[in-house]
């Protein structure tokens, strides 16, 4: 919604409703919008989407698309983790309603020991796609950060326990 919104944060609710609809084949309550309006003004806010046409057989229904997965973050969570404990945790949990899907929530530390989330993502399940594909480029991007000696790769005890 932000890319819409452009410098104008006065723009109405109806105004913003058309261009999402047309971009996305979907079509947003007016309470949804305006939920959404004051939180998507927030300036260098990272979020991606990524969707894709429905394939019925062969054949690719254009006029459909396919939810697969919204990542999101915000300046102050950003600017936050700077001062977080080098120790980050990963986890899900499960959305029970109409779409259903699961969220997955990135959290660190900061010295106080207080929980800070710092990044999310939702997933329309939590699979190998889901984690491990996306967490795996994000750590051997050359340019992120996550490289040793400031970042290491470990698993979680409870999920091998489970496999």
């Not at 079509?27 to 990272?46: F, G």
């Not at 959305?95 to 207080?114: F, P, R, V």
Request: charged share 20%; glycine share 4%.
């Amino acid at each position: 919604m932000k890319e819409y919104l452009g410098a104008d944060t006065a723009v109405t609710i109806k105004v913003l409703q058309q261009p999402i609809e047309a971009t996305y084949r979907f079509r947003l309550s007016y309470r949804k919008v305006w939920m959404a309006k004051p939180k998507s003004t927030m300036e260098r806010t990272i979020a991606l989407l990524k969707t894709s046409p429905i394939r019925v057989g062969d054949q690719v229904d254009e006029s459909t698309m396919y939810f697969h997965h919204l990542f999101w973050t915000s300046p102050p969570c950003i600017k936050a983790f700077r001062h977080c404990k080098p120790l980050d945790s990963i986890d899900g949990t499960h959305l029970y309603s109409k779409y259903g899907g699961t969220l997955l929530l990135a959290i660190a530390q900061d010295e106080n020991s207080n929980i800070l989330s710092i990044a999310f993502a939702l997933v329309e399940r939590e699979n190998a796609e889901s984690w491990h594909n996306g967490i795996k480029a994000a750590l051997e991007a050359p340019d992120s950060g996550w490289l040793p000696p400031h970042a290491y790769r470990d698993f979680c005890i409870r999920h091998v326990v489970a496999s």
